[in-house]
T-cell receptor, first 115, second 112 residues
Framework: EPEVTQTPSHQVTQMGQEVILRCVPI?????FYWYRQILGQKVEFLVS????????KSEIFDDQFSVERPDGSNFTLKIRSTKLEDSAMYFC?????????????FGSGTRLTVV | GDSVTQMEGPVTLSEEAFLTINCTYT??????LFWYVQYPGEGLQLLLK?????DKGSNKGFEATYRKETTSFHLEKGSVQVSDSAVYFC???????????FGIGTKLQVIP
């Protein structure tokens, strides 16, 4: 079964450092998303991406965050200057874009720890 | 905006017990409804879905029926197993390709 692949599975970074989280969506999918889950809390929407541009973003997704699809296969989330409160599990997801609305396929997540 | 309310856990059941996890939603139009499951240390997996009123989603013995009149999508299973121990998230999506809004998650622990 096709998978969404995220790397690394765990990243530790110092406060103030830049971090890039990587995702490889399913190859024929057209819509891409980032979500985050602070430990023990709900899963929160960050951003959606279609046709090489952001289609929607939440208030969490401020100027410190950016997304990119640099080479047609990878989909990255960059945090420019990490804060302690950015520590969370970050999930990438992709959607084929069918009107049948099959639901997202999520990756297994990257656990980001900011120290 | 869209929102999902689900019962807070943890829910502790004995093996073979009946499970109900309540979920209600608010959303405009004709949203799709989902249950996702997160096993310990893993990501989010789509468990089941329903895309229109009165649809019943089912998978692995779990069922949920889209009730538009009560804006509910309760998850049920007739006989839980230890392997069902996980966190269950109810979710709503207002339309195709739009963001999915999750409930807070309900932790289920099944004891032998």
């Amino acid at each position: 079964e096709p998978e969404v692949t995220q790397t690394p599975s765990h990243q530790v970074t110092q406060m103030g450092q830049e971090v890039i989280l990587r995702c490889v969506p399913i190859s024929n999918h057209l819509y891409f998303y980032w979500y985050r889950q602070i430990l023990g809390q709900k899963v929160e929407f960050l951003v959606s991406f279609y046709n090489n541009e952001i289609s929607e973003k939440s208030e969490i997704f401020d100027d410190q965050f950016s997304v990119e699809r640099p080479d047609g296969s990878n989909f990255t989330l960059k945090i420019r200057s990490t804060k302690l409160e950015d520590s969370a599990m970050y999930f990438c997801a992709s959607d084929e874009g069918s009107l049948a609305n099959y639901g997202y396929t999520f990756g297994s997540g990257t656990r980001l720890t900011v120290v | 905006g869209d929102s999902v309310t689900q019962m807070e856990g943890p829910v502790t059941l004995s093996e073979e017990a009946f499970l109900t996890i309540n979920c209600t939603y608010t959303a405009t139009g004709y949203p799709s409804l989902f249950w996702y499951v997160q096993y310990p240390g893993e990501g989010l997996q789509l468990l089941l879905k329903a895309t229109k009123a009165d649809d019943k989603g089912s998978n692995k013995g779990f069922e949920a029926t889209y009730r538009k009149e009560t804006t509910s999508f309760h998850l049920e299973k007739g006989s839980v197993q230890v392997s069902d121990s996980a966190v269950y998230f109810c979710a709503v999506q207002a339309g195709g390709y739009q963001k999915v809004t999750f409930g807070i998650g309900t932790k289920l622990q099944v004891i032998p």
